[in-house]
């Protein structure tokens, strides 16, 4: 069975410029979450799907990052423009028994943003 | 919301019995505790998840004492490749909130 698959791997931009990065979850899994990982540090959640609903989106900085999971199943997210600061890698993991704490989620190798 | 704590840092040599403890000390009563490990340049991966008192699997064990206020991870006989940052994560049911840890980089040396 395919693991969560996300692209590009790495992404150089100038700063003020659009990116974006997309992650396909494992098949079937209904909930899809999007983290943010600083060097050094723990992943950060940004935002988590129950299909294609965003219930959780609190830690999204919404003034210039965007996501959508149209039809439940891939998503993308989006940063426009990008800063300095967003340097980070973007994880994106799944899980199949909906939001339940004790679920085990699977994670993408991540897409390693570079903002210059 | 749950908030966790954990060394920066641990070493050890092949064959030894690493522990890692994680202090959690507002966990909720519906809260899971779960530890994932991560390599360079690839996404954390799940290796055990426990309620209170023991669990064991393949690779680990889970303690977690009666006040689930702390929980320890055990890597019996660890090799070089188990070296990695250890995250302990407490799954926070009210308002979904998922908090990792600071994480914990094990090295292993020969």
């Known amino acids: 069975e395919a693991g969560v698959v996300q692209s590009p791997r790495y992404k150089i931009i100038e700063k003020k410029q659009p990116v974006a990065f997309w992650c396909n979850p494992i098949s079937g899994h209904n909930t899809l979450y999007w983290y943010r990982q600083n060097l050094g540090q723990g992943p950060e959640l940004l935002i988590r799907?129950?299909?294609?609903?965003?219930?959780?989106d609190s830690q999204l900085p919404k003034d210039r990052f965007s996501a959508e999971r149209l039809k439940g199943v891939d998503s993308t997210l989006k940063i426009q423009p990008a800063e300095l600061g967003d340097s980070a890698v973007y994880l994106c993991?799944?899980?199949?028994?909906?939001?339940?704490?004790?679920?085990?989620?699977?994670f993408g190798p991540g897409t390693r943003l570079t903002v210059l | 919301l749950a908030k966790t704590t954990q060394p920066i840092s641990m070493d050890s040599y092949e064959g030894q019995e690493v522990n890692i403890t994680c202090s959690h000390n507002?966990?909720?009563?519906?809260?899971?505790i779960t530890w994932y490990q991560q390599f360079p340049s690839q996404g954390p991966r799940f290796i055990i998840q426990g309620y209170k008192t023991k669990v064991t699997n393949e690779v680990a064990s889970l303690f977690i004492p009666a006040d689930r206020k702390s929980s320890t991870l055990s890597l019996p006989r660890v090799s070089l490749s188990d070296t990695a940052v250890y995250y302990c994560l407490v799954a926070t049911g009210q308002g979904g909130k998922l908090i990792f840890g600071q994480g914990t980089e094990l090295s292993v040396k020969p």
């Open positions: 507002n966990i909720a009563t519906n809260d899971y």
């Open positions: 993991a799944s899980s199949g028994r909906g939001w339940v704490e004790d679920d085990e989620q699977f």
């Open positions: 799907y129950e299909n294609e609903e965003a219930v959780d």
